[in-house]
């Protein structure tokens, strides 16, 4: 019945903990884990309750205990879990850069590509048109021979 989230475990400590508020325990000064279950087997100076409650604030405080650790159980697992999640998308990350960038470099060659085709196209049709245009200026059609002028007399300026 124990979450993953811390959440619900601090809920469930804090419900419980005005229970214990001062537990008939006296905590030892040698070592951080004999202060779990260290209690005395007569009543604690300033307390005047058995030592039955004492070995229930103790089971409690067992309890509380055993929950911290499966919580920091899991919280370790799931940390593990997502350092290797985090290295997966690095990995994937990092292949769709090389990616982006080689299709950049192919976008470039064809903007490249298509600059100089369009400057091939506009340089071959003016030199097209010029010799068009020159033909036209020194070899008038078959008509402008024959009459000498473009124009009808009527649409002529006079």
Not at 22 to 31: A, D, G, Q
Not at 50 to 58: E, P, V, W
Not at 129 to 150: D, K
Request: include cysteine.
């Amino acid at each position: 019945m124990i979450s993953s989230s811390p959440t619900p475990l601090i809920f469930l400590i804090c419900q419980n903990l005005h229970r214990y508020q001062n537990p008939p325990v006296s905590p030892s000064t040698n070592h951080p884990a004999t202060e779990w279950c260290s209690f005395k087997p007569g009543p604690a100076p300033n307390s005047s309750s058995s030592s039955s409650s004492s070995s229930s604030g103790c089971s409690a405080l067992g309890e509380v205990k055993q929950s911290i650790s499966s919580l920091l159980e899991n919280t370790a697992a799931e940390h593990s879990r997502t350092r290797e999640s985090v290295g997966q998308l690095q990995t994937v990350i990092e292949s769709l850069v090389s990616e982006v960038q080689g299709l950049r470099s192919v976008v470039r060659e064809q903007g490249d590509e298509i600059l100089r085709l369009e400057n091939d196209r506009l340089n071959r049709t003016t030199i097209v048109n010029r010799s068009r245009i020159q033909q036209r200026r020194r070899t008038p059609t078959p008509s402008r021979q024959r009459f000498g002028h473009p124009l009808p007399l009527a649409k002529r300026r006079r």
